[in-house]
């Protein structure tokens, strides 16, 4: 009696772990813990990486369900592998950000030097045509600025470009001095 009580238990256990794995979600398709704006950039950038990953394994998905043409299995796929995508561009606009300040001076610098490169073309076919000198001088004059503005603006482009982790902003609430609506005078009469 004992020996079958210990096999139906047994069992019962194999059954219960059989339908707590098939009814648990897979590790891929698990939603991995969401960070929060300020949160360490490592754990940040994994969890974005996650977010793409899973995004890239839909699709890998998708394309083997149409190279099969099971196209019920197709469409469910799409549609997860839109929301993926969605999802990780959402989250990576949320914790990640570009510097603005970098990518106005160096679309500026590129804009500006790019007009002048032109501009020193134009010049030195001007320059082609006379004796006068001066039409040589501003080519080279705007050739040489224009090298500036391009080498000096893609870079800063590039860089401005860049997303990187977003850092909460610290905000005072108070004057760290503990000091508010005092002024000092300094007077001086001859």
Known sequence: MLCSLRSKALTALAALALLVVTAAPSVAEAAPKRPAVGDDPVEITMYLQELDDRAKDLKE?????????????AAG???EYVEARQRYKKESGRLTS???????GGATLVGIGGVSLLTSLGLALAFAGTDDEAFGWAALATLGGG???VSAGGPMLSIG??????QVSWRPTQDPFGVSGASVTLSWSF
């Not at 998905?61 to 299995?73: G, P």
């Open 77 to 79: 796929l799409e549609a």
């Open 161 to 166: 470009l860049e997303k990187r982790v977003r």
């Open 98 to 104: 570009t510097d603005r300040g970098l990518v106005a």
């Open 61 to 73: 998905q998708l394309k083997e369900a149409r190279r099969e043409h099971d196209w019920d299995r």
């Open 147 to 149: 090298v500036i503005g």
